[in-house]
């Protein structure tokens, strides 16, 4: 079937920088996303985009799927592949053409493993997708921004129409801390896991801690503060109400593009540097790091044998190994994975190959999931899970739910994780933990106006 009559671009007339405008927009839709990325990255694409009033809205929770009454009925995988494909097109004007925006829990494995006995969230659904046919799209390579509409659709379009463009800062509070996995037993849990790990049971498992603090007011603030504090290749403010997921991730879960499947496996880090000869030090250090790099050539052959599973035969290599990627406050070692995709199978199949990612769970990747939900013993929710898009057109890119907070009604969660190897020191890991979750943190701060509050 011919789509050129569904698809409606025009040039979009506006000063605003994407922020600025998701600012208007989200005060006037209930639910609403922004996608952002920040310059520095190969892998990124320099778009921004901004939807709201999704036609529908795909919850699963517990295996039931809501939202549509024509696709709920296919189940967790089978209503978000039916949606895709009964809405297909072929433009490729933008990478985001329409489509599924939203996170993934990290128990949406449960529908991929099901042996792991994964415990149910009651602040967050295993996914949550609005299904958009309105975007606002940002070229930032072009310096131009557009209206897109499918199928005559135009909420957005009158909702831009009846904007008055002003920037309004709004306050959000933050009250009491609960640290939900204080230091003692934190660092017992990485001493249970690295007896595992001795005994024979896993290689590496990535064992997580959790925050939550009370909040009044509006996270968006937040979201304005740590994309400063923390630009990243994948930033992001999903709205859906009475939750929201925010983040600024500097890892991507999967890419899939004109029908090449890419992952970036992350493993190994260092601090920037102040100055260019600390920036060579820490870089000859990491990659001089025996444990660093057997842990990243641990999680690349991980990568490979995911993209094995749904790409051509032979088609899955190893493109770039081991390189050095710098971002706002660290640098990481990095690889790149990618194959061809197999006929007949589509974005959201290469999704649930990698799903969860092997940097935040663990291998092999079954039994860690086992050992975390034991030592853990709380749901994740869409922390190490994912946060993206899939495209009408066969696309999707999206990114691993780090670096980010989670809100649910009155309270802000954040969570880290380190992975947990035979020679792990608890003290050392639970540091880390503290050193990933320093930039959310830093964010709260800097945007509650309770200046004296402590997170």
């Given at each position: ?17 994407p ?5 208007q ?9 922004l ?9 990124t694409?320099?778009?921004s ?8 809205v ?6 039931k799927?809501?939202?549509s ?8 995988i ?5 949606a ?6 072929s433009?490729r ?5 329409g489509?599924?925006?939203?996170y993934?829990?990290?128990?949406f ?6 042996k792991?006995?994964f ?6 659904p295993d ?11 940002f ?10 509409s499918?199928?005559?659709t ?7 129409d ?9 306050p959000l509070?933050?009250?009491?801390t ?11 849990n ?6 595992r790990?001795a ?7 990535v064992?997580s801690r ?11 603030a ?7 504090v923390?630009p990243?290749?994948?930033?992001y ?6 939750r929201?997921v925010?983040?600024?991730?500097p890892e991507?879960l999967v890419t899939?593009?004109?029908?090449e499947?890419?992952?970036y ?7 920037l540097g ?24 641990m ?22 190994y ?5 971002f ?7 690889s ?7 006929p007949?199978?589509?974005?959201m199949?290469?999704?649930t190959?990698v ?9 092999p ?11 853990e ?6 922390y ?10 066969g696309d ?19 969570q ?8 792990s ?5 639970f ?14 701060q800097?945007?509650?106006?309770n ?5």
């Amino acid at each position: 079937m011919s789509d050129s009559p569904r698809v409606h671009i025009e040039d979009l007339q506006t000063n605003l920088t994407p922020m600025e405008l998701y600012g208007q927009i989200s005060q006037r839709a209930r639910t609403s996303f922004l996608l952002e990325s920040a310059v520095g990255a190969e892998r990124t694409v320099s778009y921004s985009f901004i939807g709201c009033c999704p036609k529908f809205v795909l919850r699963c929770d517990d295996g039931k799927v809501t939202g549509s009454p024509e696709y709920s009925k296919e189940g967790p995988i089978g209503a978000i592949k039916k949606a895709m494909e009964e809405n297909e097109l072929s433009e490729r004007m933008f990478p985001f053409m329409g489509g599924l925006v939203g996170y993934f829990s990290y128990e949406f494995a449960r529908y991929l493993e099901e042996k792991v006995p994964f415990l149910r969230d009651p602040s967050f659904p295993d996914y949550e997708l609005g299904f958009y046919k309105e975007a606002v799209v940002f070229d930032h390579s072009k310096f131009k921004c557009y209206y897109m509409s499918i199928d005559g659709t135009d909420n957005l379009r009158r909702m831009l129409d009846s904007m008055d463009l002003k920037t309004v800062r709004r306050p959000l509070l933050i009250g009491r801390t609960h640290d939900q996995c204080p230091r003692p037993r934190y660092e017992g849990n990485v001493s249970s896991a690295r007896q595992r790990i001795a005994e024979g049971e896993s290689f590496q498992v990535v064992v997580s801690r959790s925050k939550e603090i009370d909040f009044t007011g509006d996270p968006l603030a937040l979201y304005q503060e740590l994309r400063q504090v923390n630009p990243s290749p994948y930033m992001y403010y999903l709205d859906f109400g009475e939750r929201k997921v925010l983040g600024s991730s500097p890892e991507t879960l999967v890419t899939v593009r004109g029908g090449e499947v890419f992952t970036y496996p992350i493993a190994g880090t260092r601090p920037l540097g102040a100055n260019m000869k600390e920036r060579r030090r820490y870089k000859e250090e990491m990659r001089a790091d025996e444990k660093e790099k057997a842990e990243h050539a641990m999680l690349v052959d991980l990568a490979r044998n995911d993209l094995g599973k749904v790409c051509e035969e032979g088609s899955v290599h190893v493109a770039e190994y081991m390189q050095v990627e710098e971002f706002s406050h660290v640098q990481h070692l990095v690889s790149k994975v990618q194959g061809t995709l197999a006929p007949g199978l589509d974005a959201m199949d290469a999704f649930t190959a990698v799903f969860p990612a092997g940097t935040v769970s663990g291998a092999p990747k079954p039994r860690a999931m086992e050992i975390i939900a034991e030592l853990e013993q709380r749901p994740r929710g869409p922390y190490a899970g994912a946060v993206g898009y899939i495209s009408l057109n066969g696309d999707m890119d999206s990114a691993i739910a780090i670096r980010s907070a989670f809100v649910a009604k009155d309270r802000i969660r954040i969570q880290a994780g380190a992975g947990i190897v035979y020679d792990s020191d608890p003290s050392k890991e639970f540091v880390e933990t503290e050193n990933k979750l320093e930039g959310v943190v830093a964010a709260l701060q800097r945007s509650a106006t309770n200046k004296e509050a402590n997170v």
